[in-house]
């Protein structure tokens, strides 16, 4: 079971307001400057402002790219091909625990106080 199993491959957090990456555990592939196009999708300025529905698209190499939108952040995750619905759930869960332990310092746009997931037991390059 684990052979056919999808590999994080990493885990990326970007500020919906200003578009920048604020945290990045793993190693974040080049082709994922497309997913990261999608962004302008969520937040204040974007169709899609309340968080809940997940993006997802596939590479030419068959990984697997996920954005999970929030109120403050995006997480953008990176398998290495379609994960189960347990690891979406997973990853949507994280991001969940990432924005409620963050909400104040998020709300003020403060970065220096954030506390942020630690993924590496998950996470294989």
């Known amino acids: 079971l684990q052979l056919n199993e999808a590999v994080l491959r990493s885990f990326t957090l970007y500020d919906l307001r200003t ?4 945290y990045n555990q793993g190693n974040l592939p080049n082709a994922a400057e497309e997913a990261v196009r999608l962004l302008g999708t969520f937040g204040p300025d974007g169709p899609q402002a309340k968080p809940g529905r997940m993006l997802g698209m ?3 190499d ?3 790219y996920l954005l999970i939108p929030g109120n403050y952040t995006a997480a953008l995750v990176v398998f290495t091909q379609d994960p189960p619905a347990w690891q979406l759930r ?5 991001h ?3 924005e409620t332990a963050n909400k ?3 709300a003020r746009c ?5 506390i942020f997931p630690d993924l590496s037991r998950f996470i294989r390059e």
């Not at 403060?110 to 954030?114: D, I, K, P, S, V």
């Open 104 to 106: 104040r310092t998020l």
């Open 90 to 94: 997973a990853m949507r869960e994280v």
């Open 62 to 64: 068959g990984s697997a």
């Open 96 to 98: 969940s625990n990432f």
């Open 19 to 22: 578009r920048a990456r604020i």
């Open 110 to 114: 403060e970065r220096a106080t954030l």
């Open 58 to 60: 596939q590479s030419d």
